[in-house]
């Protein structure tokens, strides 16, 4: 816990950093119009905490990321924590989905394919996950567009705003999510139904399984009895991992499907050089994925009595 605090702050320090070492940085996108006076240019300053000193603005900053207060943001006026949780919800219903897809079946997949290693499955379903895992997500974004929404017409490109207006329309939300949440599972189930395989093949050579198979059990109760429950124990580390890849993608496949969450707006904001927004993206999106490897790491304990934590 000591350590993910520790790694929390560091990151937090890092993008403070970058942020203000790029150049046309948060002082200068607000003074760029030339017909700004210099006593309204000093007002802007003012207002947004720009006139104080670098040090005295990171101490603030450190202090905002406890407090909530991330300051204000440039293009929405209003508070940065404020515009950043109001995507959340959007986000998450983006995610939530498509990660539960991407375990369940990249894990079914894994399966059939370490069942009957280097068959004529096996080799069909690693074609299919190498082709998909080499696919870029906005690349597929866009082809599932063309087909389904451009040519078919079945499903809407974008337009989805049942989960930020008031109200909840489940009907509206489904189909929005359909292409979107396709996109994200399709390109990260390739990836982990290729380690679920690797790791039961990888278990389906030790010797504790040659010994169960010596004692004549059949060949179904070693897999699933004895191969299958250590050979997931390294997805478990994975799916921490994932959090991450999916918020890569996310940012890409929200801007692609215009769905109005933490991805989109993580891509307008860099656009619209909207810093403080910026900086509580990239503060949220660090302690999402620090947290679930934590959270990962714990579980995997759980799951191996032999591991234990000093």
């Known amino acids: 816990m000591a ?56 101490v603030l900053y450190l202090a905002g990321l406890v407090t909530g207060n991330w300051g204000t943001s440039y293009f929405f006026l209003e508070p940065a924590f404020d515009v950043i949780a109001s995507r959340i919800p959007a986000t998450l219903l983006l995610m939530v989905p498509s990660l539960i897809l991407t375990i369940l079946i990249g894990i079914v997949l894994g399966v059939l394919a370490a069942r009957r290693p280097f068959t004529y499955v096996d080799r ?18 866009f082809v599932l567009l063309t087909v ?76 699933y009895r004895h191969a299958l429950r250590n050979g ?29 969450g933490l991805g989109l707006l993580t891509f307008d904001s860099i656009l619209r050089r909207d810093y403080p927004i910026v900086l509580g993206l990239f503060f949220i999106f660090s302690v999402m994925i620090i947290a679930s490897n934590l959270v990962t790491d714990l579980i995997y304990g759980l799951l191996d009595p032999r591991i234990t934590y000093d």
Do not use: C
């Not at 890569?248 to 496949?253: E, N």
């Open 3 to 58: 350590v993910a605090i520790a790694l929390i702050f560091v990151v937090g320090t890092l993008n403070f950093v970058l942020v203000h070492l790029v150049p046309g940085g948060p002082g200068a996108i607000l003074l760029n119009n030339p017909r700004m006076s210099p006593s309204a240019k000093d007002a802007v300053l003012r207002s947004f905490g720009l006139d104080k000193p670098l040090q005295e603005q990171y």
């Open 124 to 141: 069909f379903l690693s074609a299919f996950s190498f082709f998909f895992y080499a696919m870029p997500a906005f690349w597929l974004g």
């Open 148 to 223: 389904f929404a451009l040519f078919l017409d079945v499903l809407p490109a974008a337009g989805m705003s049942s989960i930020t207006v008031s109200g909840f329309d489940m009907i509206d939300y489904l189909r929005h999510l359909i292409l979107p949440m396709t996109t994200l599972t399709l390109v990260n189930i390739a990836n982990f139904s290729l380690l679920v395989r690797a790791s039961l093949v990888e278990v389906l050579d030790q010797n504790y399984i040659t010994t169960a198979r010596g004692k004549g059990l059949p060949e179904r109760l070693v897999f």
């Open 232 to 260: 997931l124990l390294p997805t478990v580390t994975m799916i921490g991992l994932f959090v991450g890849f999916i918020l890569t993608g996310a940012i890409l496949t929200e801007t692609v499907f215009s769905w109005p």
